[in-house]
């Protein structure tokens, strides 16, 4: 039975896939409801990124407490909580739906359901919420709401009678959203005189306060002054204060079960509070966490340097701001003989790695170069011993390893019927093998369900899908484990000298392809000398592909004319063991260009 004291209280989330008009339906909602002043309004407003405004994406999850008033009187709080859309964000996404009990089910209603259109139905299905479907962007002059709305029904089973037809940008449809969310969105349970359980679902660090702790109260009552301790870990903190989001932090006397709001407690590391933990009592604690945590761990890994040695210790400080706010991005100093010191950085997918970059450029004035992004590979080697890297120059010799394995996604892919044929050659040149197909509906729409290397689709993947589909193909993917690959690493060398920056890790059958192309870009760009230099792309001592930058000339018989051509001998050999000399003794500087044009041609 609900509690009176939260029977009025609906906490729901909005999910789409990219670009279907989450931000913009929540500004219309916050100007409805009046949580935006006249001075406040803006475009995105629960965007608070430069990034995500610039870009149109939603990077972090940003909650905001309304009051909503029926026409009979009656009240309802609304915790309205903004979810990423990218699949690089699946576990915010599944955390943030975890504190709500529905959810705003977006669909364009021009484009139809798309890949995470589907994740993310099934992501709210699996944590049994209600779910308001929404066919959004009905005042496009393409849109099909009604057609929308059927695909809806026979794609994912959610009644199509039940849709409201809504459209972010003029605002029609918002009045029946919020009454829909009232009447199918159940309210909050949980004991608020139970023992405190309250379940950790976004986290962002204030130079004053420490970390702020986004909540749902799932049992039990927060107030100030409250001994706390993280599940997870066992580390005790004392509150300081309570609140909740309109949309900045706004001080409360408590939180009881069923609200949202945030929390300090005086934590100097982002990393004592995970996304996903559960929160509770120090002296009366609850009997089991809230099911579903898992630390965040980063699956892409790229090396990032500064072009300039002398911002290293800039570079560094930026990371150490920029982890702060994001538990799931890692660091590690490393150094490479060719681009100096650097930093081994992973993240959560190449998203997320865009994004950090970017920031660094933009927020702390740094110019860096970023090598290629490398997924972990599981080692065994001969003698039983199990290993995990990311970087190419750790990989042991050939002789070493019995069998090497690599991490494998399930990739869906939503497209129209007209383009299938060229994106399954696509999914077949990427290693991808086929596990269903399955015909949507009546409107021509097909999904490829492909197993394939998580490696394959990390640098131009994305965008040859929708280069080849003309925009109209969306993907998402999983995670689905380990499997053994038959895979080399590809060293580079210039004048015999091996470049640990290039080593890259590759697939037998695509080792000739990519030397090839690695060795004819730079014997473009490496500076002539005055001995030939080879360019050599190797795997263990065999060499798969070479190219040559020439050496300059110098006409050496221009003043012998005439006379016996034992003259004309004597000084070509006297030439051919000056250069032998010279390239003896002689190194060659591989110019920064050099790496940067390398590493634009593999991504």
Known sequence: MTDPRTAHIRNFSIIAHVDHGKSTLADRILEKLGAMGERDKRDQTLDTLELERERGITIKSTPIRLEYVQEGGERYV?????????????????????????????VDASQGVEAQTIVNAYLAIDNNLEIVPVINKIDLPAADPEGAARELEEVIGIPADGAVFASGKTGQGVPEILEAVVKHIPPPTGDPDAPLKALI???FYDAYQGVILFVRVLEGTLKPKDAIRMFSNGKDFDVDKVGTFSPG???????????????????????????????????????????????????????????D???????????????????AFSFEPETSEALGFGFRCGFLGLLHAEIIQE??????????????????????????????????????????????????????????????GTVMQLLQ???GVMETMNYLGQHGRVELIYEVPFAEILYDFHDRLK????GYASMDYEQIGYREGDLRKVDIMVNNEVIDALAVIVHDTKTYSLGRKIVDKMAEVIPRQMFPVPVQAVIGAKIIARATVKAYRKDVLAKCYGGDISRKKKLLDKQKKGRARMKQFGTVEVPQEAFLAVLSTEE
């Open 201 to 203: 679902f976004d986290s």
């Open 309 to 327: 040695t002398e911002d290293y210790r800039k570079l560094r400080e930026a990371l150490e701001k920029l982890k702060l706010n994001d538990a």
């Open 249 to 307: 932090l706004v001080v409360g006397d408590s939180l009881i079960a069923g609200s949202v709001g945030w929390v300090a407690a005086g934590i100097k590391d982002i990393h004592d509070a995970q996304v996903g933990d559960t929160l509770t009592s120090r002296e009366h604690p609850t009997a089991e966490p809230f099911p579903g945590f898992k630390p965040a761990q980063p699956v892409v890994f790229s090396g990032l340097y500064p072009t």
């Open 429 to 431: 040149e990427r290693r």
């Open 78 to 106: 609304f915790n309205l909580i903004d979810t990423p859309g990218h699949v690089d964000f699946n576990y915010e996404v599944s955390r943030s739906l975890a504190a709500c009990e529905g959810v705003l089910l977006l």
């Open 359 to 420: 920031r660094l450029e933009r927020e702390y004035d740094l110019d860096l170069i970023a090598t290629a992004p490398a997924v972990v590979y599981r080692v065994t080697l001969t003698n039983g011993e199990v290993f995990e890297t990311q970087n190419p120059a750790e990989f042991p010799t050939r002789d070493r390893i019995t069998l090497i394995e690599e991490p494998y996604i399930k990739l869906h892919v939503m497209l129209p019927e007209t383009y299938v």
């Open 467 to 470: 280069s080849i589909s003309r």
